[in-house]
């Protein structure tokens, strides 16, 4: 049959079921058995009628989203799947994994990740949702946005030890961005998940491709607070004072001002220049943002000579949390790298922790070490008991007590 022939004739057959669709009374009856019969096409006439008549009704929504499924309609499909979990107020914690799934198939992965935020918010105590959010986010390389998620699991006890790691330590080093970069192969209307790519060539000290990456990010997205504050960094660390200057007049927001990234940059930006009142009260507020961050206190002690004479006893406290950091994350390392079953390793970590201040991941640490092999060398419910009567008064996530390093009033001072 001619090409033109068929063509008509299918045209034909689709204009029959869409007039027949839109006079059915019972335009779901009528998808259903087209399903039942496998005639997806005809069934996908009848797709704008029901979900006319059935706005309100997440089951006959995802009707129409496997009627689309069938037909390799992945954009629809995706919609339709979102629409219905907003529809029964994401209470189907399947149909919203079913979602996640369907967008982050076309590469719409933030919009994934705002629909898991959604699902989290309307219920907090969803932990499989929040854990796939907080992955979400940690593979995307936006660690800001993870962090709040990972410490409520870990304050939630829904941990193990692959989530106390990147608690810790963040993106783990052997982790591969490649999947991000398909996201945006998928999507390129959405270039935000190569952040991911720029933390790592960040990492690398590829400092010129870091800044193209950022800049393809924000120049399609201008108010991506990771991606500008980690650019404004990129450009200081790099020594690129004048580009730094037009950046921060470019992105003039309020937002930058609560990212320790930004401090940092500020901080090393006025170094370069000799500033170095200004660069250690940036370094003080990047530190206050952030005091997981050892570049910040590294900075501090560099420019400790005025220090020394006004609190000397401080230089010597910064230099054990540097070393306490440093610490922790090296047992972590080792801990990814020997198979994660090392009770020692556990306890070496979760005593550093208590050490920082960090006492609910540290408590967490030493809970984990009790499934882990046993080793008789480790006393683990001592080291766990010792941090549970210190968080019997319930501090906050990083205590500042008995740590003068973090004393709010050090940012006044400056």
């Given amino acids: 049959m001619p090409l033109a022939i068929v063509m008509a004739v299918v045209g034909c057959s689709q204009t029959e079921h869409a007039e027949t669709a839109k006079r059915a009374p019972r335009p779901r009856g009528e998808l259903k058995v087209a399903m039942r019969k496998q005639n997806w096409q005809e069934a996908w006439s009848y797709s704008d009628a029901v979900l006319a008549k059935h706005a309100d009704d997440a089951d006959a929504i995802a009707d129409v989203a496997q009627v689309a499924q069938n037909l390799g309609k992945t954009d629809e499909l995706a919609d339709l799947l979102v629409q219905a979990c907003e529809v029964e107020a994401f209470e189907n914690d399947d149909r919203v994994r079913q979602a996640m799934i369907a967008l982050v198939g076309i ?179 990047s530190t206050h943002l952030d005091p997981d961050r050892i570049a910040a206190w590294s900075g501090i002690l560099r420019l400790a000579k005025d220090m020394d004479t006004d609190r000397p006893e401080l230089s010597e406290v910064i230099q054990q949390r540097i070393d306490r950091l440093q610490q922790s994350r090296s047992s972590m390392s080792r801990f990814v790298r020997t198979g994660a079953i090392s009770r020692r390793l556990a306890i070496e970590i979760a005593n550093s922790l208590a050490d920082l201040g960090r006492l609910w991941e540290a408590e967490a640490w030493a809970s984990m070490a009790t499934t882990l092999p046993e080793d008789d060398s480790v006393d683990v419910e001592t080291v766990r008991k010792r941090i549970v009567d210190r968080l019997r008064d319930r501090p906050p996530w990083q205590q500042v007590e008995g740590h003068p390093e973090l004393d709010p009033k050090l940012l006044s001072s400056e």
């Fill in 107 to 285: 590469g719409r992965l933030y919009d994934a990740i705002e629909l898991l935020e959604q699902a989290v918010q309307a219920e907090p105590s969803r932990h499989s949702t929040r854990r796939l959010l907080y992955d979400l986010y940690l593979n995307a390389g936006n660690e800001s946005a993870a962090t709040p998620h990972g410490r409520q699991l870990v304050l939630d006890r829904q941990f193990d030890a692959k989530l106390l790691v990147s608690v810790g330590m963040g993106t783990i080093e052997s982790d591969d961005p490649g999947a991000t970069l398909e996201m945006v192969q998928r999507n390129p209307n959405d270039k935000r998940p190569l952040l991911r790519q720029a933390k790592q060539q960040f990492d690398d000290e590829h400092f010129a491709l870091a800044i193209t990456t950022l800049e393809e990010i924000t120049a399609q997205r201008k108010g991506f607070l990771p991606a500008q504050t980690l650019l404004g960094l990129v450009l200081a660390m790099d020594g690129q004072t004048e580009a730094f200057e037009r950046w921060e007049e470019a992105f003039d927001s309020e937002d930058r001002t609560t990212q320790a990234e930004y401090w940092l940059a500020k901080a090393e930006i006025a170094s370069a220049r000799g500033d170095e009142r200004e660069a250690r009260r940036a370094y003080w507020h």
